[in-house]
T-cell receptor, first 108, second 110 residues
Framework: QKEVEQDPGPLSVPEGAIVSLNCTYSNSAFQYFMWYRQYSRKGPELLMY????GNKEDGRFTAQVDKSSKYISLFIRDSQPSDSATYLCAMRANDMRFGAGTRLTVKP | NAGVTQTPKFRVLKTGQSMTLLCAQDMNHEYMYWYRQDPGMGLRLIHYSVGEGTTAKGEVPDGYNVSRLKKQNFLLGLESAAPSQTSVYFC?????????FGPGTRLTVL
């Protein structure tokens, strides 16, 4: 079993839809949780970072962490074609572990 | 401020050949990392460094060596390339919270 599980998709939604991306994990030592966005043939870039259970909002993006269920989510409101990318969840204890990434396409 | 740069961008090797990938950062970060990214596997940590002159193994270190002779540079070496090392390689550096990634090196081993 992988330490971090993420549905690879692909996920296709119409412009303006609410997108929900999720990851589960098995290692309770993970304390820091991140979401990265990766455009095609580019390096990942950090979108959201949190270290506690609960919600964190940044513009159209909301990161949610439930440590008791070992489950994290990223919500994208009013999705735009420019949000089309692969989204990677990541978690850190002593070093980082990444999910496989979910490929998202937002259609105009 | 270039951030994290990687050289080369693309490379094709034959089985058994050697090569070195160079990562450079201009943000004065102590921590640097090498990852490989494969379809369905996400990013996997190969080796990392917590400062000049130090290196440590990550999740998938076999077949790779690294060196951190200067704070701004982190080198990844393949002594005898194998087809299983065909991948996209990313370097990253970090302050306390955020990892900054380079643009990647696409390596094909025939």
């Amino acid at each position: 079993q992988k330490e971090v599980e993420q549905d690879p998709g692909p996920l296709s939604v119409p412009e303006g839809a609410i997108v929900s991306l999720n990851c589960t994990y098995s290692n309770s030592a993970f304390q820091y949780f991140m979401w990265y966005r990766q455009y095609s043939r580019k390096g990942p870039e950090l979108l959201m970072y949190t270290y506690s259970s609960g919600n964190k909002e940044d513009g159209r993006f909301t990161a949610q962490v439930d440590k008791s269920s070992k489950y994290i989510s990223l919500f994208i409101r009013d999705s735009q074609p420019s949000d089309s990318a692969t989204y990677l969840c990541a978690m850190r204890a002593n070093d980082m572990r990444f999910g496989a990434g979910t490929r998202l396409t937002v259609k105009p | 401020n270039a951030g994290v740069t990687q050289t080369p961008k693309f490379r094709v090797l034959k089985t058994g050949q050697s090569m070195t990938l160079l990562c450079a950062q201009d943000m004065n970060h102590e921590y640097m990392y090498w990852y490989r990214q494969d379809p369905g596997m996400g990013l996997r940590l190969i080796h990392y460094s917590v400062g000049e002159g130090t290196t440590a193994k990550g999740e998938v270190p076999d077949g790779y060596n690294v060196s951190r002779l200067k704070k701004q540079n982190f080198l990844l070496g393949l002594e005898s390339a194998a087809p299983s090392q065909t991948s996209v390689y990313f370097c990253a550096s970090t302050d306390t919270d955020t990892q900054y990634f380079g643009p990647g090196t696409r390596l094909t081993v025939l």
